[in-house]
């Protein structure tokens, strides 16, 4: 016979992209920021 | 006076310990996509030793989905199992009563085979909710939504 009042704090469930995803994307991301820096610097060598 | 507040103070004292709380809190559960049997579990914490005959244990998702009304597609909660190795009522129990509502509600209710199961101080295994986010409906899926427990432990 439970005596003690039960509390429950609800919360939620989000579906994340795994790490290997997370990193694929930052390691795309960084590449693209590589590459627009060096197409902006071989323009203004020109 | 000096005794009179001394009288309060220790019998704020003794009921602050004596008034014990038992709390589940489920907080934030992170899911990988494209995944089946993934397994979340749920404890009960304690401040006193306390104990029960039996258990109802519903899950929601969301609004409960299409099947309850809802409008929500959540990810599927697929079984909640509160007999499973190492959960409180492992070892006394009668046969589970389980029952879901895809993709947003299951639960599962049962009394025990005799006796009482004791609740410790502390946290205690509870059950064990799996789901799925491999399967994929017509609508897409919500990747966010909600979880209400609904517990009753007589």
Known sequence: MLLLPLTIHNGSITIVPEPGSLALAALGLIGMIVLAYRRRKQALAH | ?154
Do not use: C, Y
């Open chain 2, 1 to 154: 006076m000096r005794n009179s507040i001394l009288f309060a103070l220790a019998l704020a004292l003794v009921a602050g310990t004596a008034q014990g709380d038992m709390l589940i809190d489920v907080g934030q559960i992170p899911l990988l996509p494209n995944q089946a049997g993934q397994k979340v579990n749920v404890f009960v914490n304690s401040d006193v030793p306390d104990s029960t005959q039996g258990i109802v244990f519903n899950v929601q998702l969301g609004d409960g989905g299409p099947l309850l009304g809802g409008v929500d597609v959540t990810p599927l909660i697929v079984t909640v199992n509160a007999v499973g190795p190492g959960t409180l009522f492992e070892f006394n129990h009668n046969a589970p009563f389980n029952e879901s509502f895809p993709p947003s509600f299951a639960w599962t209710s049962f009394a025990d085979a005799g006796g009482v199961v004791s609740i410790p101080v502390g946290p205690s295994l509870l059950g064990v909710l799996t789901f799925d986010t491999a399967l994929a409906p017509a609508i897409p899926r919500l990747s966010s939504s909600e979880i209400r427990l609904m517990v009753i432990l007589n």
